[in-house]
């Protein structure tokens, strides 16, 4: 299948993004970590500064890596380093890791309407990621001013001047967050954007149904998900029967399935999207850079068989070592083997 491009009517931006503004602290632990330290191994959980820093003391800093982070975070990069556009509104503080996130977005030519010299005196989001020799990706993540992110911090025109819109679901874990995500959702269809959400972790779905179901509300345009999060959304117990499901709460939507690649509903027929074979080191941003990679191919003309190759394989990569992101010069790489098969 020929990697082609059919050109789109052009915004400003191809995707405007809303999420937790997270600085990943990125390590390796063994199995018993968990049990000696209490920890839910294989989701995300929310916790507050004081454990955080407990956990902190437990590992090796050392050898750990800080990174730009968050879901919605790292679609967007992943989105502009393959040449879209992209808006990212989010809250960080006036402290040394908010300085940190808002070149990252900078250097990764993200725009967006933070002013640090307007940011609130508090902590920056931070999440501790853990991955275990098994790949799974544990996190514990303290969201500091996050908290406070709501309406007031989306942009509106942002909004207006975009293809997408793309929301994670982390956000409903916060009621001001959850207000922003109905609000911008709202404008999003007031000025005729597509809204495209992701569930982000099962726990969101588990633990936040409610509120979850209030952004859904009658449908989305777009859903990002991967089997489990899925099922448990849908309440059903296969993958055959949360997909028929899911098209009663998305116009179109895109399930991972891990090691067996991804399924694809483009509002008509299911597309089978292949896996490609690898050597699985680190999940972590996995399903963030399936969608950022998918959402560049969507709003450039491309197919969603297309889109999904593109995402399978550049999520593949992310996999095979350890933090969400892949270096300019590995993105290009990819682009351009699928235009050279």
Partial sequence: MPFTNNQQPTTKYNVYAIGNAIVDIVTEVEYDFFQKNEVEKGVMTLVDEKRQQHLMKAIDMNKSKLTGGGSAGNTITALSQFGGKGFYSCLVAK??????????????????????EKLPTDHTGRCLVMTSPDAERTMNTFLGVNSFFSPDYLDESGIKDSKYLYMEGYLVASPKGLEAMKEAKKLAEHHKVSVALTFSDPSMVKYFSKQMEEVVGASVDLLFCNEEEAMIYTNTNSVTEARE???????RFVMTLGKNGAMVYDGDTFISIEPYQVHAIDSNGAGDMFAGAFMYAITNGHSYAEAGKLA??????????????????????????????
């Avoid at 996130?101 to 002013?115: E, M, P, R, V, W």
């Avoid at 933090?323 to 682009?335: A, D, S, V």
């Fill in 95 to 116: 402290d040394e890791l908010g300085k940190f996130f808002i070149d990252d977005l900078k250097s990764n030519g993200i725009a967006t309407n933070l002013q640090y």
């Fill in 245 to 251: 499901k899911l098209k009663g709460l998305a116009k």
């Fill in 312 to 341: 399978s394989l550049a999520s593949s990569k992310v996999v095979e070592q350890f933090g969400p992101r892949l270096t300019k010069l590995e993105i290009q790489k990819i682009k351009a083997h699928l235009i050279a098969y």
